[in-house]
């Protein structure tokens, strides 16, 4: 149990025979492009001095798509310029404020139910998570 009470739950890697279906089931079709372009966008942006582009996991919880994370390190020093956020996090949560970053930017530019519920989702989930704390001060 966490400290809200709520069982703690980890997300799965997707397997490598559903990559092709996770992120169209993310961001949808007419935005998979610009969506996985700017998750990777974010990351340079927040981890200028660690991240330097490579392969990203996929994650789901309970059969739903829910981020990216990067995994050329185990861990990111992530420096948000918008809200004064610095911190070192794991790769998860790094892949974790990307995708909540993504979600949100795209969001304000495209009607999309899949980025609103998307982030809604992801949202929900980083609240048990570990780095809750890290994650909600670099995105708040």
Known sequence: MTTSGR??????????????????SLFGLPL???AE????????????LDYGGGFW????????PLFLAPTSKPRYRIA???NGYEGEVSAEAAGIIATLFTCSHLSFRHDSGLLVNGYHRLYDYCCDHPEAS?????ID
């Open 7 to 24: 069982v703690n739950h980890k997300a799965a890697l997707v397997p490598e025979e559903r990559r092709l279906e996770f992120l169209p």
């Open 32 to 34: 998979l492009i610009v």
């Open 37 to 48: 372009n700017t998750v990777y966008n974010f990351m340079e942006w927040l981890s200028p």
């Open 57 to 64: 996991n996929f994650y789901e919880y309970r059969g739903e």
């Open 80 to 82: 948000c310029r918008t």
């Open 134 to 138: 890290e994650i909600i001060q670099a």
